[in-house]
């Protein structure tokens, strides 16, 4: 299994530009979720999904969004790209949404805004 | 904001020395409780789950103290491959999901 794979690793951006962080899991979980993590801060929840069709909002969802076609894939999409969301962005999934389950996280996307 | 605190370190310790983490938190509804592990520029790896009962897996033992609201990991015959952030999270639930929240983690370095 390649576990949670995320694309791209890197990414400069301008603002006001959108784009898309790709995110698979291979291991058939139900619950995936976006994270971002800035210098001095926690890992924050931007996103999640219980399953396929079903995403709602965490702590921090302004200026993104997401979908949840299929059970693999969990992109997120940045509508117009602002300095503030220079951050690395984590994807994990994990069995089901429960929160005592294992979090798998992907590598990550360092992610610039100029 | 539900708030998990940690020392953000840096812990500078030598090879074989024993070191202790505590990390507290502010929802007394909190339900889970973990530590992981995040190398430098790498993802965030289950180290392990925190029991009401204490645990211990190898030289790294977990306790959990509900009246007081902290969460303890004690790494013993430090290794120079322990050096890493330790992340301190926690759970509760809030409707039917559980929301982790995260410590911002608590940077060690074994030293040889």
């Known amino acids: 299994n390649a576990g949670v794979t995320q694309t791209p690793k890197f990414q400069v951006l301008k603002t006001g530009q959108s784009m898309t962080l790709q995110c698979a899991q291979d291991?058939?979980?139900?619950?995936m979720s976006w994270y971002r993590q800035d210098p001095g801060m926690g890992l924050r929840l931007i996103h999640y999904?219980?399953?396929?069709?079903?995403?709602d909002q965490g702590e921090v969802p302004n200026g993104y969004n997401v979908s949840r076609s299929t059970t693999e894939d969990f992109p997120l999409r940045l509508l117009s790209a602002a300095p503030s969301q220079t951050s690395v962005y984590f994807c994990?999934?994990?069995?089901?949404?429960?929160?005592?389950?294992?979090?798998?996280f992907g590598p990550g996307t360092r992610l610039t805004v100029l | 904001r539900k708030e998990v605190e940690q020392d953000p370190g840096p812990f500078n310790v030598p090879e074989g020395a024993t070191v202790a983490f505590n990390c507290t938190y502010s929802?007394?509804?909190?339900?889970?409780f973990f530590w992981y592990r995040q190398d430098c520029r790498k993802e965030p790896k289950l180290l392990m789950s925190?029991?009401?009962s204490g645990n211990e897996d190898g030289r790294f033992t977990a306790q959990l103290n509900r009246a007081s609201q902290y969460i303890s990991l004690l790494i013993r015959d430090s290794k120079l491959s322990d050096s890493a952030t330790y992340l301190c999270?926690?759970?509760?639930?809030?409707?039917?999901?559980?929301?982790?929240?995260f410590g911002k983690g608590t940077k060690l370095s074994v030293k040889p």
């Open positions: 999270v926690v759970m509760w639930y809030g409707g039917s999901q559980g929301n982790l929240i």
């Open positions: 291991m058939n979980h139900e619950y």
């Open positions: 929802n007394s509804a909190s339900q889970s």
């Open positions: 925190v029991y009401s």
């Open positions: 999904s219980v399953g396929a069709g079903i995403t």
């Open positions: 994990a999934s994990s069995v089901s949404g429960e929160g005592t389950d294992t979090q798998y």
